[in-house]
C-alpha cells in the first residue's frame, strides 16, 4: 500500500505563461525522497486546462500530496508501424527499469516482415529487462491476454474509435485503473496565436478527437497525449535521417517556404518519461490532455543547420514554392509547411515533467549512429529533389 507522506508542495502564480517554454514559477516546499512520485489530489478536466491556460490569468494555490510509488502491471497495445511505434518501445523500457511490471502487445504477427524493422527488431532488450511481448489483433485482446490483469493501458496503437474502442471496452470490463492513450497534436485547429496549448480548438471531427471523448465517458481515469515530431534511435521514419541523407551527400536541402515557420522536435524519451510521470500520478493525470512535446520550437532552416552542425558538414538551403511541384509537395519534405508546434505546458504544471531534449547534442548522437548502420553509403533517389531544382532552374547534382 502507498505511504502518505506529510509534507507537500505549494503551488502558486498559475497564470497563463507567456509563450516562452518556462513557466509560471513554482513555490515548493518539501521534504521528501527522490524515490517518491507525486500524485495531485484534485483532477482538472480538459475545459478547464482551457481556460486555466489560454484565457483567464489567475492566481491560484493548491495542495498536491507526495504519495509513495507503487509497483504497476502495465500493458502497452503497440502499432506494428509508422513513427510511433518507437514509443511504446522506450515508454517500456522506462517502465521496467523504474520497476514496473510491463506487457507489449504489438498488433499483427510476429513472422510479418514488419517486425524485421526496428524498434521491433530490438524487442529483445524489453524481454532481457524482465518485459514480455506479444503479438495479436485489437479484435481479440482479451484472448490475447487471458488470465492477465493489468493496473494500467496504454493504446499507442489506434488513430479512430473503430480501433480503439475493443482495447478501451476490454479494459474497463477487466477493471483495468488507468487509460493512456497516444492522441496527435496533428488535431488542434490552425492558429494565429502560437504556440498549441492543452484547451485550444480542435478539429472536431478528427478520429482521435473522438477517442479521446469516448474515453471520457467511460473511464474515470483516462489520459491523453499530443505528439508532434521525435527523434530517437529505434524509429523507422524519417526525421533527422532526411537531412542526413542530403548533408553527407553535398546536395542542397530543399525546404518549402521561407524555413523559418517553427515546428517541435522531441527526442523520443522526452514522450516516454511523460508517459511514466502519468503511471506514477494517476490522479494528477486523470482527465487531462497532454502535449506530448519538448519545450523548445525549431525552425525549418535551424533543422537543416542543426543536422549539418551534427555531421560536422558544410549545408546548402533552397527554398520553393511548393505549388511548383504540384501532387508532391506533400512528399518532397518530412514536416508540415507552416507554423505547427505545440507546448508541454500541462506536464509541467500538473506533472512536474522537465523536458530533456537537446538538439544540439542529440542529433550528434543521430548522425553517430546514422553512419554506423551505414545509411551514409547506401544508394537513394532524389526524384523530387531534382524536380524541385529544375523548377528553380538550378543544375541537378550528378
Given at each position: 500500500?502507498?505511504t502518505?507522506?506529510s ?13 516562452s517554454?518556462?513557466?509560471s514559477?513554482?513555490?515548493?516546499s ?9 500524485s ?5 478536466a ?7 491556460w489560454?484565457?483567464k ?23 506494428n508501424?509508422?513513427?510511433h ?14 520497476g514496473h511490471?510491463?506487457t507489449?502487445l504489438t498488433?499483427g504477427?510476429e ?7 526496428p524498434?521491433f527488431?530490438r524487442?529483445?532488450?524489453i ?9 495479436g ?18 493504446d499507442n496503437?489506434g488513430?479512430?474509435l ?5 482495447v ?6 477487466a477493471?483495468?485503473?488507468?487509460f ?6 496533428g ?15 480542435v478539429?472536431?471531427?478528427?478520429g ?5 471523448k469516448y474515453?471520457?465517458e ?5 489520459a ?14 524519417d526525421?533527422?535521417?532526411w ?5 553527407v551527400?553535398g546536395?542542397p536541402?530543399p ?5 523559418m515557420?517553427l515546428?517541435?522536435i ?8 511523460m508517459l511514466?510521470?502519468?503511471?506514477e ?6 482527465g487531462?490532455i497532454?502535449?506530448c512535446?519538448s519545450?523548445?520550437?525549431?525552425t ?13 558538414l558544410?549545408v546548402?538551403i ?5 505549388k ?10 518530412p514536416?508540415r509547411n507552416?507554423?505547427f ?10 506533472l512536474?515533467w ?9 542529433l ?8 554506423k548502420?551505414g545509411?551514409?553509403?547506401k544508394?537513394i ?5 531534382d ?8 543544375p541537378?547534382?550528378?
Open positions: 500500500m502507498a502518505l507522506l509534507s507537500s508542495l505549494v503551488f502558486s502564480n498559475l497564470s497563463r505563461p507567456s509563450l517554454p518556462s513557466i514559477s513554482l513555490a515548493l518539501s521534504s521528501f525522497s527522490s524515490s517518491f512520485s507525486l495531485s489530489s484534485i483532477s482538472v480538459p475545459h478547464t486546462l482551457s481556460s486555466s489560454r484565457k490569468p489567475s492566481l491560484s494555490t493548491f495542495t498536491v500530496k507526495a504519495i509513495a510509488s507503487e509497483k504497476k502491471k502495465v500493458v502497452i497495445v503497440n502499432t508501424s509508422g513513427g511505434a518507437v514509443i511504446g518501445f522506450y515508454f517500456a523500457k522506462q517502465l521496467l527499469n523504474s511490471d510491463v507489449i498488433v504477427d513472422s510479418s516482415d514488419k517486425m524485421k524493422k524498434p527488431t524487442f529483445s532488450e524481454v532481457d529487462g524482465g518485459g514480455k511481448t506479444v503479438w489483433d485489437v479484435g481479440a485482446i482479451g484472448t490475447v491476454l487471458e488470465g492477465l490483469t493489468f493496473d494500467v493501458v496504454l496503437n488513430k479512430d473503430d480501433a480503439v474502442r475493443p478501451a471496452d476490454w479494459a474497463k470490463s477493471g483495468v485503473g488507468q493512456l492513450f497516444i492522441s496527435s497534436a488535431i488542434y485547429k490552425q492558429t494565429e496565436e502560437p504556440p498549441h496549448v492543452e484547451g485550444d480548438a478539429k472536431s471531427d478528427a482521435h478527437v473522438l477517442v479521446e474515453l471520457s467511460v473511464f474515470e481515469n483516462w491523453s497525449f499530443r505528439p508532434q515530431y521525435m527523434i530517437g534511435s529505434g524509429n523507422n521514419k526525421c533527422e535521417e537531412f542526413f541523407d542530403r548533408i551527400r546536395r536541402i525546404i518549402p517556404g521561407s524555413g515557420q515546428t517541435n522531441s527526442h523520443v524519451r522526452d514522450l516516454s518519461s511514466t510521470k502519468a503511471v500520478n494517476p490522479s494528477a493525470a486523470s487531462n497532454f502535449n512535446v519545450d523548445r520550437a525549431v525549418l532552416d535551424g533543422m537543416a543547420k542543426l543536422c549539418a552542425k551534427a555531421a560536422g558544410p546548402e533552397l527554398h520553393y514554392d511548393p511548383s511541384i504540384g501532387s508532391d509537395a506533400k512528399k518532397a519534405f514536416f507552416m507554423h508546434y505545440a507546448e508541454p505546458r500541462a506536464a509541467k504544471d500538473i512536474g522537465e523536458s530533456s531534449t537537446n538538439l544540439p547534442e542529440d550528434k548522437e543521430r548522425f553517430q549512429e546514422y553512419v548502420i545509411r551514409d553509403k544508394t533517389k532524389f526524384d523530387i529533389d524536380k524541385i531544382l529544375e523548377s528553380l532552374k538550378i541537378v547534382p550528378v
